[in-house]
């Protein structure tokens, strides 16, 4: 990795850094977190594939890299296929009677 | 760790570094649902209770918090000139930016502990001297998860501080010469530490500033 290339990432990052902090301060809602999240994830790319060479790897290395946030992702959203959608209201099994 | 004599098992040492790196991958998918499984506690927390969970993490010091992230963003933009100009067979310069590296990795713990040392003083600590009747229960859950969250990450970032400060001295040393795994590997766990702070930062200190 070129040093040219580390200290551009650098700048990217301390940009994106500073439109999060920003984006969070104006009244968007829950398009917030939309935003900040999305931020985090270009920030959390450019780390990967620069600094941690992700880009000049081989398939294998990047599937070996992609594992981990994949069954994170299993995780989160079979989690929140159940709590995300519980409510007071009976199921329908239970309405019936 | 005579890092670059060639494994029996190994044809080449590409080959040799390769199963290093994969290796090291396969200890971080760990972290990632280790901090991952606090993470996904967070989401389930924030959409349960919504607005006061939110208003919790308005609690915390989004300055801190910010000034904080530029440091451990920048530390790892030193541990990658570190490796890379270790790689270029440099010695004096890889052991000047894993110094830079370790020394930013301190200031961080440094801010960290002023920050938790602000909370303690405002009765936000659980366990020690949370203000109940003040913060009300959602705000001490999500203290819960603020504590282990940023208690956990900062653990991983002392370990990652003593590793660093070890092969700069092996490095200054002459111990450590290029074309081996170490440097890369530590390096990849000093940036993965720096991952899972790019997505608590906005977890923790952006919520709730929006009102």
């Known amino acids: 990795m070129s040093v040219a290339t580390i200290w551009r990432c650098w700048l990217a990052l301390m940009l994106l850094l500073a439109a999060t ?21 270009a920030k959390a790319l450019i780390v990967l594939l620069f600094f941690m060479e992700l880009r000049a790897s081989r398939a294998l290395v990047r599937a070996f890299a992609a594992a981990g946030f994949f069954w994170l992702l299993i995780m989160i959203v079979l989690t929140g296929a159940d709590y995300w959608h519980r409510t007071d209201a009976k199921a329908p099994i239970d309405q019936i009677y | 760790m005579s890092d670059r004599a060639l494994g029996f098992q190994y044809g080449t040492l590409a080959q040799q570094r390769e199963t290093a790196t994969l290796g090291m991958w396969a200890f971080l998918a760990t972290e990632v649902l280790f901090f991952g499984a606090l993470i996904a506690a967070y989401l389930n ?17 989004v300055v801190l918090g910010t000034a904080n992230t530029a440091v451990l963003l920048t530390s790892s933009a030193c541990m990658a000139m570190a490796v890379t100009t270790f790689d270029a067979g440099s010695k004096r310069a890889p052991v000047l930016w894993l110094s830079a590296t370790g020394l930013l990795g301190l200031v961080f713990i440094v801010i960290k ?29 999500f203290f819960v998860f603020y504590f282990c969250a940023t208690g956990l990450h900062a653990l991983h970032l002392l370990i990652g501080i003593s590793l660093v400060t070890w092969l700069a001295v092996r490095i200054g040393s002459g111990r450590l010469q290029p074309g081996g795994s170490t440097t890369r590997l530590i390096g990849l766990y000093w940036h993965f530490v ?5 997505f608590l930062f906005p977890l923790i200190y952006l919520a709730g500033r929006n009102a």
Do not use: M
């Not at chain 1, 104006?26 to 935003?35: F, K």
């Not at chain 2, 720096?194 to 790019?198: K, L, M, Q």
């Open chain 1, 21 to 41: 902090t920003a984006s969070a301060f104006a009244p968007l809602g829950s398009l917030n977190i939309v935003i900040s999240l999305g931020i985090a994830c």
């Open chain 2, 194 to 198: 720096d991952i899972v702070w790019i």
């Open chain 2, 45 to 61: 927390y924030r959409i349960w209770f919504g607005q006061e969970f939110i208003a919790a993490a308005s609690l915390t010091k």
């Open chain 2, 113 to 141: 502990a002023t920050e938790w040392w602000l909370e303690y003083q405002e009765h936000l600590v659980p366990a020690l001297n949370f203000d109940l009747a003040r913060h009300g229960g959602v705000a001490e859950i």
